[in-house]
Nanobody, 124 residues
Framework: HLVESGGGLVQAGGSLRLSCSAS????????MAWFRQAPGKEREFVAS????????DYADSVKGRFTISRENSRKTVFLQLDSLKPADTADYYC???????????????????WGPGTQVTVSS
């Protein structure tokens, strides 16, 4: 079970911090990721963090602006969004890798579990 929060409306250049609370599985054993889907577009990879928390990966479009992190003790994964652009407007989804202690991947099919999403709207 995954539940995202923290979305909202923000002006370009602003910041948001998304959170994803997990339950019902051994959170510390799974690589987690954030994906996003804008209206009329396919879901796309944003960032991922290894189950151990030591390694991260980002889409080129967000590198240097977004930061993914996790607190295994709180079963929570975060996504800090800085220097937001209107192009970042989308529904953001927290997703769990399908393989225990799996590596970092960017493909949607590697993350078969996701939450209901949280909406991020960036105005120009």
């Amino acid at each position: 079970h995954l539940v995202e929060s923290g979305g909202g409306l923000v002006q370009a250049g602003g910041s948001l911090r998304l959170s994803c609370s997990a339950s019902g599985f051994d959170f510390s054993a799974y690589t987690m990721a954030w994906f996003r889907q804008a209206p009329g577009k396919e879901r796309e990879f944003v960032a991922s963090i290894l189950w151990s928390g030591g390694t991260t990966d980002y889409a080129d479009s967000v590198k240097g602006r977004f930061t993914i992190s996790r607190e295994n003790s709180r079963k929570t994964v975060f996504l800090q969004l800085d220097s937001l652009k209107p192009a970042d407007t989308a529904d953001y989804y927290c997703e769990r890798n399908g393989m225990e202690r799996g590596g970092l991947t960017v493909m949607t099919y590697d993350y078969p579990y996701w939450g209901p999403g949280t909406q991020v709207t960036v105005s120009s």
